[in-house]
């Protein structure tokens, strides 16, 4: 394994379980980022739509596992209410990958980044502000 890898395993095997949520959001949120890039470039050029594709897969595939892991009966309200907005995200990403859609995918990317915020209010809850400080200084910039 190359450092990068080593690095990102060491990350995710030390993380916790609200930390592991809000890393699924900034690599979604770091997809939609690719996708838009790549409509812009262009979707002439064929490594433009397949670096779309691949990326607005990424999104959807975590979207995905974000409502699979929901657990109702200790979430309730808010799992159901997650629950829901995952899919509506799913359907727009959906949608937004067929007609190239870039409005749509920075909503959809505003969002993802509201629910980051409020998943990291919730670790600093749950955690604390020190430890979860501590892991970010230890991520670095």
Known sequence: MNPAEVYLQNMVENANPIRLIIMLYDKAISCIEEAVEAIESGLEELENVKRKAENLTR???????LKASLDEEKGKEIAKN????????????????MVNDKE???????????????????ERNVYGKEEVSAKADERGP
């Open 82 to 97: 997650l629950d829901e907005i995952y899919e509506v995200l799913i359907n727009e990403t959906v949608r937004a990958n």
């Open 59 to 65: 999104v959807t595939d975590i979207l995905i596992v």
């Open 104 to 122: 749509t995918l920075l909503k959809i990317k505003e969002v993802l980044e509201e629910l980051r915020e409020a998943w990291e209010e919730a």
